[in-house]
C-alpha cells in the first residue's frame, strides 16, 4: 500500500533529514523565547520536509539537495578550519603578507623573525 503511494514520488534525502533536525532544535529554542506562538515557526522546515517527500517533482527536490549538500560541505570546511586555528593557535601565529594580502602561518615564540611570502615573494619582519 504505502510503496504504491510512494511510486513516483520523491522521499527522503539529506535535504530532508536536515530539514527534520532543523525543526527539532527550533521547538527546542522557542521554548526558551517568550514571544506568543513563535513555536509555530519550527513547523515550517518540518512541513516543508513532508512536502518534499510526497512531491512528484523528483528534478526540483534532487536539485535543492544538490544546493543543500554544497553549502553544507561549505559550512563543514569553515567549521574544520576554524577548529584547526584554535588548535593551531597556541603553536602558530598568522600574518597577513602586507604587500598581497595572502594569510601566512609562523610558529609562536621564535622572537624576531624575517617571514618571506609564499604568493610574492614580499620580506617583512614579525615578532612571534
Ligand atoms: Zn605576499
Redo the contacts with the bound molecule.
Sequence with gaps: MFRNFMAGRYGGDHFGMFLVILSIILCVVFLFVPVPFISWVSWIPLVFSIYRMFSRQIEKRQAENYAFLRKWGAVRTWWWNLKNRVKDGRTHRYYK?P????KLRVPKGKGKISIT?P????KFIKKT
Excluded: S
Design positions: 603578507c604587500e598581497c594580502g595572502k611570502c604568493q610574492c615573494g614580499n
